[in-house]
């Protein structure tokens, strides 16, 4: 590879990296913060709070992908024309289109990861996480097993727990059923076990007595063990219908006979998103480099070209946004949403000119790109 290839990629390659990693950080804690109550209300750590936010970041770099892309062509080929490098390539011979390749070659690696992620590391990561949100939300486990709190897990049931022991052994147990005030229920016990059964989870309490209160009379019983069934309070998670942000490829443009057509519309429509979102890394790369390569040199800065090129990345992805919409009501919309994403391409392509300057003779590559290549 050439010097000024090698020089420009590099650059394009960390000014990409930094701004994707700075934008999925800033919307990764956005979301973050969203599953923020299952640490506050249901006594989840730190840890399992992350491994759940951290399945996100896949669908967050691929959102996030082209328009940092953008960012990072606009602001390192701004640099190198106002730093004059740009101009001193261009007296060396190299046309508008050689300047603009290293940057297409980083718009085709960034493509092909988007690709890999939409394909297959998002719907991967996105199962894993409807799975473990699910898994938070409805199993006894983060429900019960808060110590020192009063806990409520279905309106109607009170659970304190004292102290809970690393081998999952808890300690002063006081459950409260007033779900049905004709009959109050008040159990206690020394310790107590989630135990999981074929029949379901089951609290197992030790040592212990119960209350209960029916029509104005105490019954007492105390116990030795006492087997509570709790699997009302849960719900499996493997139950949950899928999201269409889980599945993959073939499956999103398969009609399923058993669902709605709106239903199957809207698979089509994601699928095609998967399709159409990573080529826009190399259209938006397209029209930065259309935008600032052409015009002529100017000391005092460039940022017309660069307000110009951010509007019409703006107008691109809004467009491409609101077609994603239409697309899951009136499926033939993506056509225009294929031509929203190829025409500008096309058009920027042109703009760039010179192109029969790729096939260059011995003679005219050593008068060019051979002045620099070194």
């Given at each position: 590879?050439?010097?000024?290839?090698?020089?420009?990629?590099?650059?394009?390659?960390?000014?990409?990296?930094l701004?994707t990693?700075?934008?999925?950080?800033?919307?990764?804690?956005?979301?973050?913060?969203?599953?923020?109550?299952?640490?506050?209300?249901?006594?989840v750590?730190?840890?399992?709070?992350?491994?759940?936010?951290?399945?996100?970041?896949?669908?967050l770099?691929?959102?996030?992908?082209?328009?940092?892309?953008?960012?990072?062509?606009?602001?390192?080929?701004?640099?190198l024309?106002?730093?004059s490098?740009?101009?001193?390539m261009?007296?060396?011979?190299?046309?508008?289109?050689?300047?603009?390749i290293?940057?297409?070659q980083?718009?085709?690696?960034?493509?092909?990861?988007?690709?890999?992620?939409?394909?297959?590391?998002?719907?991967v990561?996105?199962?894993?996480?409807?799975?473990?949100?699910s898994?938070?939300?409805?199993?006894?486990?983060?429900?019960?097993?808060?110590?020192?709190?009063?806990?409520?897990?279905?309106?109607?049931?009170?659970v304190?727990?004292?102290?809970?022991?690393?081998?999952?052994?808890?300690?002063?147990?006081?459950?409260h059923?007033?779900?049905s005030p004709?009959?109050?229920?008040?159990?206690?016990?020394?310790?107590?076990?989630?135990?999981?059964t074929?029949?379901g989870?089951?609290?197992?309490?030790?040592n212990?007595?119960r209350?209960?209160?029916?029509?104005?009379?105490?019954?007492f019983?105390?116990?030795?063990?006492?087997?509570?069934?709790?699997?009302?309070?849960?719900?499996?998670?493997?139950?949950?219908?899928?999201?269409?942000?889980?599945?993959f490829?073939?499956?999103?443009?398969?009609?399923?006979?058993?669902?709605?057509?709106?239903?199957?519309?809207?698979?089509?429509?994601?699928?095609?998103?998967?399709?159409?979102?990573p080529?826009?890394?190399?259209?938006?790369?397209?029209?930065?480099?259309?935008?600032?390569?052409?015009?002529?040199?100017?000391?005092?800065?460039?940022w017309?070209?660069?307000?110009?090129?951010?509007?019409?990345?703006?107008?691109?992805?809004?467009?491409?946004?609101?077609?994603?919409?239409?697309?899951a009501?009136?499926?033939?919309?993506?056509?225009?949403?294929?031509l929203?994403?190829?025409?500008?391409?096309?058009?920027?392509?042109?703009?760039?000119?010179?192109?029969?300057s790729?096939?260059?003779s011995?003679?005219?590559r050593?008068?060019?790109?051979?002045?620099?290549?070194?």
């Amino acid at each position: 590879m050439y010097q000024y290839r090698k020089y420009i990629v590099r650059h394009l390659v960390h000014s990409t990296l930094l701004i994707t990693l700075s934008l999925t950080s800033i919307v990764w804690l956005t979301q973050a913060l969203r599953f923020i109550d299952f640490i506050v209300n249901q006594g989840v750590s730190i840890m399992v709070f992350l491994q759940l936010t951290l399945l996100l970041v896949p669908s967050l770099v691929l959102m996030i992908l082209p328009p940092a892309l953008f960012c990072s062509v606009l602001f390192v080929y701004n640099k190198l024309k106002i730093d004059s490098e740009l101009i001193v390539m261009q007296a060396a011979g190299l046309s508008k289109w050689r300047l603009a390749i290293p940057a297409v070659q980083v718009a085709t690696g960034v493509t092909i990861l988007a690709y890999c992620i939409a394909l297959y590391l998002q719907p991967v990561s996105y199962s894993r996480f409807r799975d473990m949100q699910s898994f938070l939300r409805n199993n006894y486990v983060s429900l019960l097993l808060q110590e020192g709190v009063f806990s409520n897990p279905v309106p109607g049931l009170t659970v304190f727990i004292r102290e809970r022991t690393k081998n999952g052994v808890l300690h002063g147990i006081l459950v409260h059923d007033n779900r049905s005030p004709e009959a109050t229920v008040t159990m206690m016990a020394e310790e107590a076990k989630l135990v999981e059964t074929p029949e379901g989870p089951r609290f197992l309490l030790l040592n212990g007595n119960r209350q209960e209160v029916h029509n104005g009379k105490l019954s007492f019983l105390t116990f030795q063990n006492y087997t509570m069934d709790i699997s009302l309070y849960t719900h499996a998670a493997s139950a949950r219908p899928p999201d269409v942000q889980e599945m993959f490829l073939s499956d999103l443009l398969t009609t399923d006979s058993n669902l709605t057509p709106q239903e199957n519309q809207k698979r089509y429509a994601e699928g095609q998103q998967r399709i159409l979102w990573p080529a826009y890394s190399l259209t938006l790369t397209m029209v930065a480099l259309a935008v600032l390569l052409s015009g002529q040199f100017n000391r005092r800065g460039h940022w017309q070209r660069i307000a110009i090129a951010a509007a019409l990345c703006v107008v691109i992805v809004f467009t491409e946004i609101g077609l994603r919409g239409l697309m899951a009501s009136h499926p033939p919309i993506v056509i225009v949403a294929y031509l929203n994403l190829l025409v500008p391409c096309l058009i920027a392509w042109w703009a760039l000119g010179d192109h029969t300057s790729l096939i260059l003779s011995p003679r005219g590559r050593g008068q060019g790109e051979g002045a620099v290549a070194t």
